[in-house]
């Protein structure tokens, strides 16, 4: 009954959304790096969305055992589960167990992005003058993964964080000037194609995803992009355009491409987003767009399923959740409840929106493995419990609302 009154909301929601998309978002920048769940300014959608059914907070999880549950297994008809990881985690035997036991793919926390691959001493002595990747670490973590059975995200070729500075200066020496325009396409596309080339040749079939752009987009009012980026500095707004060009060119077959960032519930983000991935899913370069999903306990479900309708007008586009938790500074039994609530609503949706071809959801990555490893702790700089496991690997009420999700929906 819910759902015929939700299909009508939808035709509505759709006829709406047509005159959204046509709408530009102009350019701005800040350095927010904090997730918002809601539009800033208080926007809500274009239609009143019927409430979904949702997980009872009342239910008593404690007595659950997840030791016969799979997630990955539970999920596998709809799309694939992930967890972000950091290579000592793949290390220790016991946490390979948990994260095999629920997750099909990984993506590294940290390892795999410019900082930790670029080579500053061999790039200074390349006779050819472009950036040398260290090959090491990346290439233990994906013969685990290999072994383990797991495929990965790449995260992240492009972003404005965790990039050397001295990748955009002449000599790879900050004392000196900025390099220009050209030659920081040429240093693009060669960085790119060595990640690329050392990902196809050394563990072909393991990397099934790039986030190829990150955070390119403002959190200025207006959306637009992010303009204090050095990839934007150096070369202007078309760096995303020539990222996708190269990440196609040297990527394996069949790997899929995805621009990522966080805040796209809120409209302008939501907006621009849809304006950058439409163009360039035209013209073949990009597959997905990635949504963080960095949410807190103010989430709101429907501001979701706005973004998943919009970016879903985009036929054929892929979307995945890249770096999903749910900051909660209680641990509480109700705390907990309240987040199982807030999962399994999400769940319910996204499975609602993937099961009758509203959206094409093709996975979702939680942004780490358990409440003990969470970047949110530092972030906040408050205790945070975001995870679907505690610090021991027991599974949280949120695992059991996900895995109820199945049920509901
Ligand atoms: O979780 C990552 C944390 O360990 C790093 O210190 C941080 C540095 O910026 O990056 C975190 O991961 C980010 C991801 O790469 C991009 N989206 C936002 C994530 C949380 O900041």
Redesign the pocket.
């Known amino acids: 009954m819910a759902k015929k009154i939700r299909i009508l909301c939808i035709v509505g929601m759709l006829a709406a959304l047509a005159l959204v998309v046509g709408c530009k978002s102009s350019g701005g920048d800040d350095n927010v790096?904090t997730?918002t769940t809601d539009a800033p300014d208080g926007e809500r959608k274009q239609q009143p969305v019927t409430p979904m059914p949702t997980t009872d907070p009342a239910i008593d999880y404690s007595d659950r055992d997840a030791s016969d549950m799979s997630l990955k297994d539970a999920y596998s008809e709809y799309f694939p589960i992930g967890v972000?990881v950091n290579s000592w985690q793949l290390e220790d035997s016991t946490t390979m167990d948990v994260i095999t036991k629920d997750f099909s793919t990984i993506t590294t926390?940290?390892e795999m992005?410019p900082d930790y691959i670029l080579d500053h001493d061999a790039s200074i002595k390349a006779e050819d003058g472009m950036p040398e990747i260290a090959t090491d670490k990346m290439d233990e973590i994906m013969s685990m993964a290999e072994d383990a059975g797991l495929k990965m995200r790449g995260?992240?070729l492009v972003?404005h964080?965790?990039t050397p500075d001295w990748l955009f200066y002449e000599d790879y020496d900050i004392s000196k000037e900025r390099v220009d325009r050209d030659t920081m396409l040429k240093r693009m596309e060669e960085y790119i194609k060595k990640v690329l080339t050392f990902c196809k040749e050394e563990h072909p079939g393991v990397v099934v995803a790039w986030d190829v752009v990150?955070?390119a987009i403002s959190d200025n009012q207006g959306g637009g992009y992010r303009t204090d980026s050095p990839w934007y500095e150096v070369i202007g707004e078309d760096y995303i355009e020539y990222a996708f060009t190269y990440a196609r060119k040297y990527a394996e077959e069949g790997t899929k491409l995805f621009i990522?960032d966080?805040g796209l519930n809120g409209k302008d983000k939501r907006e621009t987003m849809y304006d950058i991935a439409s163009g360039l899913f035209e013209r073949g370069i990009l597959d997905g767009i990635g949504m963080?999903s960095?949410h807190d306990m103010g989430l709101v479900v429907d501001d979701v399923e706005t973004s998943l309708f919009m970016f879903a007008q985009i036929k054929g586009i892929n979307i995945q959740l890249t770096?999903l938790d749910i900051h909660n500074n209680d641990n509480s039994d109700t705390a907990l409840a309240e987040q199982a609530e807030l999962y399994g609503n999400l769940f319910e949706l996204l499975l609602y929106m993937d099961k009758n071809g509203y959206a094409d959801i093709t996975g979702v990555t939680f942004?780490?493995l358990n409440d003990e490893n969470t970047?949110l702790t530092?972030?906040r700089k408050e205790t945070s419990y975001p995870l679907l496991f505690d610090k021991d690997n027991k599974a949280k009420p949120c695992y059991f609302a996900i895995y109820d999700a199945l049920k509901e929906s």
Do not use: C
């Open positions: 790096q997730e972000a926390e940290n992005k995260h992240t972003w964080s965790q990150n955070e990522n966080y963080q960095h770096e942004w780490g970047w530092g972030h």
